[in-house]
């Protein structure tokens, strides 16, 4: 079994940083990709994800200003958020996919979605 615990939201200021994390927990022996989404019009929209060789990709709206990273050894993911903005207030999921357990393979995960409010 392998659970996405996800930590760092909160409330902040415009212009504020916020920093979230997201560890894989579980028989973990690899994973592919790791990300964040964010709830757009009622679907999840990738935020970023990052590939086990540090490669990345970026929602335009946040390229400049957010930054992912990942811990391959630690299965953990990070998210650096800067210059936040009000539009960036929503609740964001962590994500797993491809990955091998001790017994199966499978093909995504999700955290229970961490809470980013930006108001002044």
Request: glycine share 10%; charged share 20%; net charge neutral.
């Amino acid at each position: 079994q392998v659970q996405l615990v996800e930590s760092g939201g909160g409330l902040v200021q415009p212009g504020e940083s916020l920093r979230l994390s997201c560890a894989a927990v579980g028989s973990i022996r690899s994973i592919n990709g790791m990300g964040w989404y964010r709830q757009v019009a009622g679907r999840r929209e990738l935020v970023a994800r990052i590939l086990p060789d540090h490669s990345t990709s970026y929602e335009r709206s946040v390229k400049d200003r957010f930054t992912i990273s990942r811990d391959n050894a630690k299965n953990t993911v990070y998210l650096q958020m800067n210059v936040l903005r009000p539009e960036d207030t929503d609740v964001y999921y962590c994500n797993a996919d491809g990955i091998y357990t001790t017994t199966r393979y499978v093909d995504n995960y999700w955290g229970q979605g961490t809470q980013v409010t930006v108001s002044s």
